[in-house]
């Protein structure tokens, strides 16, 4: 089992940034990547960004690009998600989730309860 709880959510003006953490908990050495969701009101759950555990490789999604950055510490077990230039229409409720399967060959099978990220107009 792998327990993701994430932080630093929050309310921003557009144009603003916000950092938010993700620190996992358990079996952390079966994790292969850690990724960033996100979903508003009713809107699907979309992917935002990824990053391997081992390597650091990082993916994101084409509305994120340039704007915010994904890392990782593997030591305390945590990733981040650095998000600059906010927009309004990033206002998400955004989950953390764990890719435990190996070599990344599955899919996420761990989530984190969601943290609330505003930027107000």
């Known amino acids: 089992q792998v327990r993701l709880v994430e932080s630093g959510g929050g309310l921003v003006q557009a144009g603003g940034s916000l950092r938010l953490s993700c620190a996992a908990s358990?079996?952390?050495?079966?994790?292969?990547?850690m990724g960033w969701f996100r979903q508003a009101p009713e809107k699907e759950r979309e992917f935002v960004a990824d990053?391997?555990?081992?390597?650091?490789?990082?993916r994101y999604a084409d509305f994120v690009k340039g704007r915010f950055t994904i890392s990782g510490d593997s030591a305390k077990n945590t990733v981040y998600l650095q998000m600059n230039s906010l927009k309004p229409e990033d206002s998400a409720v955004y989950y953390c989730?764990?890719?435990?399967?190996?070599?990344?060959?599955?899919?996420?099978?761990?989530w984190g309860q969601g943290t609330q990220v505003t930027a107000s107009s």
């Open positions: 990053i391997t555990w081992s390597g650091g490789r990082t």
């Open positions: 989730a764990a890719d435990t399967s190996p070599y990344g060959l599955g899919t996420y099978d761990y």
């Open positions: 358990g079996r952390t050495f079966s994790i292969y990547r």
